[in-house]
């Protein structure tokens, strides 16, 4: 601090003190003090406010020094030699040690230590659309010359062949992330069939795609104080009665791109960066864990009805899968033992999905069925099953499937070793919430209102009551949810038992349109309406009006907000221009641009771009 702020605070100092003892003197004399005597009494305040506002500001100037400082390319080798994950991008250098909750796994980001990351960002160029740097910047420790950011990128080698052998992209889904491959529904196309075939169902993967032979196929299965035993597909085909289930999977994550900027300045944190349709409702065939269990000695029905006690260690079931990243860690989750061995909680290990063997991007050739509950819980390409007290908690439990409370920031769930302790407090999340989504008609469209001769609006849309919960009523809406009306629920061409409705409903209702509309329409006149559901589950939870913020942007079931315009010469319904993504967040607008497939050099243009403006 220079000496004339120094003399500055400590003649204000001085002069408190001295008019604080003041005031103490004359209020034992029981002297009246004016207004004018207590000028001095709140400088000491005021100068530790001074004094402490210029301490911020020079460790803000100090903090934006060392973030310019320059960094030679020996100290770069150096800090990543001493087991630091310092990586490079558009010469800055980023210490990103710390970042352990990194969405695709610490050991991806630890691949990149001593690395230009724009390399790696031409496979995964979800990290392109803008917001992962604001996530960056606080890591950011200085910078290198033109000539070692050169040298650090010509040293950097990705060989992305780890996704050659990928199977071929569905070309009816929608890609969000092209590696590793995650795409979603058409959500206009999800109401044409009640049981989503291959090829609309959403797809989630966390790492490439094994290519497993089938012949050599085995499944292990553990658990304490029981023989491990191995399984063959053919074991599981012919020893054991297949089960057919029926259930909706969404991803604990659709429609996270609802929390990106929600509030005009957090990105959403995590990828995929689902829209709306990573939902589907499919058929899936294989035989029940628990029957798996009791072939391994485990006295499952014994357990069930409480005559006998589980295994002191049985608490959680650990799922492994065959996928791995490029650095070998494989997937895992886990779910409670409870539900693996209810007679009607139906977990199976599934071979076939709609009648055939799965295919290759949804787990072949076999994966756990965990009905009711978050996506991440049915693990694809099933190596082992684990009875454990100890829950997975590695990424697909903590790291990216727990719901904070709303001041529990991105920072923190970064940081998530640091923050272990407290982020541990929040389970990682089971059993799904409600959820409804209108299908049709779609966000933006202009809507032929004189099919309807102007008095009314035709919505379609599917609910899910989650968990294994029942749909009892969905209520819509075409005035942005101030006014509903119940929707007609049809029929399932499948039953199943109460707390045991795995599967979505479909709804329907054709809403009369409001006089005062009717007669703007009549007019000739367009008019905007935003349609809207909300769902109620049987057990009367209801889908809230707003969003319920976390960090993960998880279990987004919020009402789906869908605007559309009504015309009254328009002799076909309009689809709006796909100009970014065919699915559309709630509302009907990004905050920000979809750009999840722009390379680097895309992303460096409109940098460009925006500094000229």
């Given at each position: 601090m220079d000496q004339t702020m120094h003399r500055l605070i400590r003649m204000i100092q001085t002069s408190s003190r001295r008019g604080f003892y003041a005031h103490a003197r004359m209020a034992r004399q029981g002297v009246s003090l004016h207004k004018r005597h207590l000028w001095a009494v709140p400088i000491g305040a005021a100068a530790s406010v001074l004094c402490g506002g210029v301490l911020i500001k020079?460790?803000?100037?100090?903090?934006?020094?060392?973030?310019?400082?320059?960094?030679?390319?020996?100290?770069?080798?150096?800090?990543?030699?001493?087991?630091?994950?310092?990586?490079?991008?558009?010469?800055?250098?980023?210490?990103?040690?710390?970042?352990?909750?990194?969405?695709?796994?610490?050991?991806?980001?630890?691949?990149?230590?001593?690395?230009?990351?724009?390399?790696?960002?031409?496979?995964?160029?979800?990290?392109?659309?803008?917001?992962?740097?604001e996530h960056m910047e606080r890591y950011k420790i200085g910078e290198v010359s033109p000539e070692d950011m050169a040298t650090i990128t010509s040293n950097t080698v990705y060989d992305d062949s780890v996704y050659a052998n990928n199977p071929p992209n569905y070309p009816d889904?929608?890609?969000?992330?092209?590696?590793?491959?995650?795409?979603?529904?058409?959500?206009?196309?999800?109401?044409?069939?009640?049981?989503?075939?291959?090829?609309?169902?959403?797809?989630?993967?966390?790492?490439?795609?094994?290519?497993?032979?089938?012949?050599?196929?085995?499944?292990?299965?553990?658990?304490?104080?029981?023989?491990?035993?191995?399984?063959?597909?053919?074991?599981?085909?012919?020893?054991?009665?297949?089960?057919?289930?029926?259930?909706?999977?969404?991803?604990?994550?659709?429609?996270?791109?609802?929390?990106?900027?929600?509030?005009?300045?957090?990105p959403a944190f995590g990828p995929p960066h689902w829209v709306a349709g990573a939902i589907g409702n499919s058929t899936w065939s294989g035989p029940r864990l628990r029957d798996v269990l009791k072939a391994t000695g485990m006295d499952v029905d014994s357990i069930s009805l409480g005559e006998k006690d589980a295994p002191s260690n049985a608490l959680h079931v650990g799922l492994l899968g065959y996928d791995q990243d490029e650095v070998g860690n494989q997937y895992c989750c886990s779910f409670p033992f409870d539900k693996a061995i209810d007679p009607f909680g139906d977990v199976i290990l599934a071979y076939e999905m709609n009648g055939e063997p799965i295919p290759r991007s949804h787990g072949f050739p076999v994966r756990a069925i965990i009905p009711g509950h978050a996506g991440a819980r049915n693990c694809k390409f099933l190596e082992k099953v684990t009875v454990t007290d100890m829950a997975c908690k590695e990424d697909s439990n903590w790291k990216q499937y727990a719901i904070h409370a709303p001041d529990v920031s991105v920072d923190k769930i970064a940081e998530f070793n640091v923050f272990k302790e407290e982020l541990m407090q929040d389970a990682p999340v089971q059993q799904m919430p409600v959820q409804s989504l209108i299908t049709k008609p779609s966000p933006n469209e202009i809507v032929a209102a004189a099919k309807s001769g102007c008095k009314s609006i035709t919505v379609k849309g599917l609910a899910w009551g989650g968990g294994g919960l029942g749909i009892n009523r969905v209520d819509v809406s075409l005035d942005n949810g101030k006014n509903f009306t119940r929707a007609e629920l049809l029929d399932k061409p499948i039953k199943q038992r109460r707390l045991s409705e795995w599967s979505w409903i479909f709804f329907e209702k054709t809403i009369p349109i409001p006089e005062q509309l009717q007669e703007q329409l009549i007019a000739g006149e367009r008019v905007d309406v935003t349609l809207t559901s909300k769902a109620y589950n049987s057990a009367w939870n209801v889908q809230p009006d707003s969003i319920n913020y976390n960090a993960h942007g998880a279990c987004g079931n919020h009402l789906y907000r869908v605007p559309v315009t009504l015309c009254p010469t328009a002799i076909e319904d309009i689809k709006s221009k796909d100009d970014d993504f065919p699915n559309k967040p709630s509302g009907g607008q990004f905050t920000r641009p979809f750009r999840h497939l722009d390379t680097p050099e895309q992303l460096r243009q409109r940098q460009l771009e925006s500094k000229q403006i």
């Open positions: 020079l460790k803000a100037e100090e903090l934006k020094k060392s973030k310019r400082r320059q960094i030679t390319l020996s100290e770069f080798t150096a800090m990543c030699d001493a087991g630091r994950t310092v990586v490079a991008y558009q010469g800055d250098l980023y210490d990103m040690t710390d970042f352990s909750g990194h969405p695709g796994g610490v050991g991806r980001l630890q691949m990149a230590a001593g690395n230009d990351l724009e390399v790696y960002w031409k496979v995964y160029t979800q990290h392109n659309r803008g917001h992962v740097k889904l929608l890609i969000n992330t092209r590696y590793p491959y995650n795409a979603e529904s058409k959500l206009s196309e999800l109401t044409d069939e009640w049981v989503t075939p291959v090829g609309k169902h959403f797809v989630r993967n966390h790492c490439a795609v094994p290519d497993i032979d089938p012949d050599e196929y085995t499944l292990t299965v553990e658990c304490e104080g029981l023989n491990e035993t191995m399984f063959t597909l053919d074991d599981l085909k012919t020893k054991f009665k297949k089960v057919d289930v029926t259930t909706v999977i969404q991803c604990n994550g659709n429609r996270r791109e609802d929390f990106h900027y929600y509030d005009g300045k957090t």
